[in-house]
């Protein structure tokens, strides 16, 4: 049930971001707090490592501030809540598979395509990506 709350959470988002360059924070309260509930109830994850989790976002909010927007603060608002879901490694995880796919598509536009200028990207896309595998990574292992 988190997988599918949270895979709909990055597709709502990705979308919105490929088609804005921007999210809205909406609904990220209503993904935040069905996380927490689910928490409650199955108890999968400690209050430490949600925090943790939480902690990743926050800091990439921070990375926001201090690139003056370079980083999107909707990102790090989304890894927030992703967060609560996945707790501290999993999130960490989850951004650096994000990272390493938005690295391999910007490499593939400096090399392929035609503009070799600055160009903004929309990160959460490469979140979802980042989360199907993470998914099915999980699934193949028997998880």
Do not use: C, W
């Amino acid at each position: 049930m988190e997988r599918g709350i949270l895979l709909g959470m990055l597709a709502l988002y990705g979308v919105e971001d490929l088609r804005k360059k921007t999210i809205s924070a909406r609904y990220l309260p209503l993904f935040a707090i069905a996380g927490m509930g689910l928490h409650l109830f199955l108890q999968n994850l400690s209050v430490v490592s949600i925090l943790l989790g939480m902690a990743v976002g926050l800091a990439m909010m921070g990375l926001s501030v201090f690139t003056r927007g370079s980083i999107g603060m909707g990102d790090g608002m989304l890894l927030v809540v992703s967060g609560v879901f996945l707790g501290g490694a999993a999130n960490v995880e989850l951004l650096f598979t994000g990272l390493f796919y938005a690295a391999v598509f910007s490499l593939g536009i400096l090399v392929f395509g035609k503009r070799k200028k600055y160009r903004e990207i929309p990160f959460i896309p490469f979140l979802f990506l980042g989360y199907m595998t993470m998914v099915l990574t999980e699934l193949l292992a028997g998880r």
